[in-house]
């Protein structure tokens, strides 16, 4: 069964710092990967995703994260912290089309002034 | 194109007693799928419906359940509430067409069991 490990319940980061929220999966086969944002009394909005092709994704926002699948891990990086990123992040993997989505449990991300 | 509609916003039940939230997917999605999120569990899958058919269930017990009309728009009851079933409760959809796999997700139902 896949599962999904996001290290960091809180992430804070000072405005205009790197953002780095790391995620790691299990999945027996090739996954689908997510990243998530949740903003207060909101529901979750994706940011990008990984299905096949380039393992280099670019999401919105200024956000991206890298499929290394030696690694099993699906980071997501931002190079410059704002402070409208505050939110909390999921990662979620799927192992195909047809199968349900796993969240991670989250990553709150607090910026800093 | 409208988004994911779920009502009512907020709910107040007594432990006991039974609930039901409803989800509107985005016009065209077939499939719907419905979480439970709280502070400690995070969100957790409860489970998906794909034409009108219950296609995948996570680990939840039986007092909770779903169904799925024609027109796509899904139904989520949860009866004999206990005080840990307070949560926001989000549905998603998806057209589960091809490698278009993203889920579009509702602001969700608060439910509160006191």
């Known amino acids: 069964a896949q599962s999904v490990t996001q290290l960091g319940s809180h992430v804070s980061v000072s405005e205009g710092a790197l953002v780095l929220l790391r995620c790691n999966y299990s999945?027996?086969?090739?996954?689908?990967l997510f990243w998530y944002v949740q903003y207060p009394n909101q529901g979750l909005q994706l940011l990008l995703k990984?299905?096949?092709?380039?393992?280099l994704v670019k999401g919105i926002n200024g956000f991206e994260a890298e499929f290394k699948k030696s690694e099993t891990s699906f980071h997501l990086t931002k190079p410059s912290a704002h402070m409208s990123d505050a939110a909390e992040y999921f990662c979620?993997?799927?192992?195909?089309?047809?199968?349900?989505?796993?969240f991670g449990k989250g990553t709150r991300l607090h910026i800093l002034p | 194109k409208a988004g994911v509609t779920q009502t009512p916003r907020y709910l107040i039940k007594t432990r006991g007693q039974q609930v039901t939230l409803s989800c509107s997917p985005i016009?065209?999605?077939?499939?719907v799928s419905w979480y439970q999120q709280t502070p400690g569990q995070g969100l957790q899958f409860l489970f998906e419906?794909?034409?009108?058919?219950?296609?995948n269930k996570g680990n939840f017990p039986g007092r909770f359940s779903g169904r799925q009309f024609s027109n796509s728009r899904s139904e989520m009851n949860v009866s004999t509430l206990e005080l840990g079933d307070s949560a926001l409760y989000l549905c998603?959809?998806?057209?589960?067409?091809?490698?278009?796999?993203?889920?579009?997700f509702g602001q969700g139902t608060r439910l509160t069991v006191v």
């Open positions: 419906y794909f034409s009108e058919t219950q296609r």
């Open positions: 016009s065209g999605h077939r499939s």
């Open positions: 990984y299905t096949t092709g380039a393992t």
């Open positions: 998603a959809s998806s057209t589960k067409q091809g490698l278009n796999t993203e889920a579009f």
């Open positions: 979620a993997v799927s192992q195909n089309r047809d199968d349900k989505i796993i």
């Open positions: 999945s027996s086969v090739p996954p689908y």
